[in-house]
């Protein structure tokens, strides 16, 4: 039963990250785009937070419960990998101000255009490029 | 109708998927080796980083390396949004003329207040406690780029400007915090360590709490880099958008 939880928990995720590369594919929409890129990155994330985790009872966070060497055995035999929760948490952040940063542009293409419709924004440009305008 | 239905096909061929894959999937017991050596080296053992944190000793000390450069990719990430919205003086002394007001209901206010006092102190705790429970700078500094954003949204941006938190000021933080994890990644060096290497001449415990040694440093820098460059880019995102029509001169 747990293994086919987790199986599902796995599989569940892998499904969420092709159906967010398809958003970011199809939608014409930019803001949807960045929903969609967000969507696919936190996804991303909690998959390299599930490497690290251990299916055993009880499993602890990976902070020494207190300083003495006696204690250390028992935490080693219950704490999950601390690597990639390492790697997940300057992503996290990271991920945040490239976000920002691509929401500044979208903002931007609305001002200057008046649409978030890639496809219209690729028509204006073609015209522009023309000398139409 | 016509979602509902791919919504459904997905969720069984994710259920089927997932119980066909269970009887193959290991389960997984047991920690990787490198994931064990942190674990029992993050305070004590000979490649000690002394912080019972073995996350944040990862971070800042055994994959130091790692997240100076994907500080250095977040302070390009802040510095591309300043200058897509980049004003002249003019421009940006017109977009600071406004007044604060408050279009919410009185209690809003007080009930503001008293959560900015609370998220400011509970951003602090999460940074500087970095080396002792989950946070670090990361985690405290964007806790505390909500505060300007909630002060925003309640007072409007003058307000935040009024009391002397401006663009300027927030990159001048913002600049303080790079440079104080630059200055404290090369200090090492001076000593014939390598780049960002834990060094024993960092203070491991004061008033008998673990620090970490330099972790604390890079926890608080990051802490202060991570806020005030949220809020720079919080209070330019703030612009009421008629102005920025008229700075750039769109007829619409």
Not at chain 2, 39 to 62: C, H, M
Not at chain 2, 86 to 101: D, F, H, I, M, V
Not at chain 2, 123 to 152: E, R
Not at chain 2, 157 to 180: P, W
Request: proline share 5%; charged share 15%; aromatic share 10%.
């Amino acid at each position: 039963m747990i293994l086919l939880l987790w199986s599902f928990t796995l599989i569940s995720l892998l499904a969420t990250l092709v159906i967010s590369v398809y958003g970011i594919v199809a939608k014409p929409n930019l803001v949807k785009k960045l929903i969609a890129l967000t969507i696919f990155g936190d996804t991303a994330n909690v998959l390299m937070v599930l490497l690290g985790y251990r299916l055993i009872y009880p499993v602890v966070p990976p902070i020494l419960p207190s300083l003495s060497k006696t204690a250390l055995g028992e935490f080693v035999k219950t704490a999950v990998d601390p690597l990639p929760q390492a790697l997940v948490l300057t992503a996290v952040v990271i991920g945040m101000a490239v976000n920002v940063l691509i929401a500044f542009a979208i903002v931007q293409v609305h001002r200057l255009y008046g649409t978030v419709d890639a496809r219209k924004v690729g028509e204006m440009l073609a015209a522009f490029g023309r000398g139409e305008k | 109708m016509k979602r509902l239905a791919g919504l459904i096909i997905v969720l069984l061929i994710v259920l089927t998927v997932s119980c066909y894959v269970s009887r193959m999937v290991p389960p997984q017991k047991n920690l990787h080796p490198l994931g064990e050596f942190y674990l029992q080296n993050s305070y004590f053992g000979r490649y000690s980083a002394k912080s019972p944190e073995a996350v944040t000793s990862i971070v800042w000390d055994y994959r130091g390396v790692d997240t100076l450069f994907e500080t250095a990719v977040f302070f390009l990430a802040i510095i591309g949004s300043l200058t897509l919205f980049r004003l002249n003086k003019g421009q940006a002394e017109e977009a600071k003329r406004g007044e604060p007001k408050l279009e919410l209901p009185g209690p809003v206010a007080t009930v503001t207040k008293v959560t900015v006092a609370m998220i400011l102190a509970v951003s602090a705790s999460i940074a500087l406690h970095g080396q002792l429970t989950p946070g670090g700078g990361f985690q405290g500094g964007s806790a505390l780029a909500v505060a300007p954003l909630l002060i925003i949204a309640v007072y409007t941006k003058y307000a935040l400007e009024k009391n002397g938190l401006d663009k300027t000021r927030a990159i001048i933080i913002r600049s303080i915090g790079l440079l104080g994890i630059a200055l404290t990644a090369l200090v090492p060096l001076l000593l014939g360590g390598y780049i960002m290497q834990n060094q024993p001449i960092f203070p491991a415990k004061a008033l008998g709490v673990p620090l970490g040694g330099s972790l604390v440093f890079y926890n608080f820098f990051e802490y202060l880099a991570v806020g005030a460059g949220f809020t720079a880019v919080f209070l330019l995102l703030s612009i009421p958008e008629e102005k920025f029509r008229k700075f750039l001169g769109v007829r619409r």
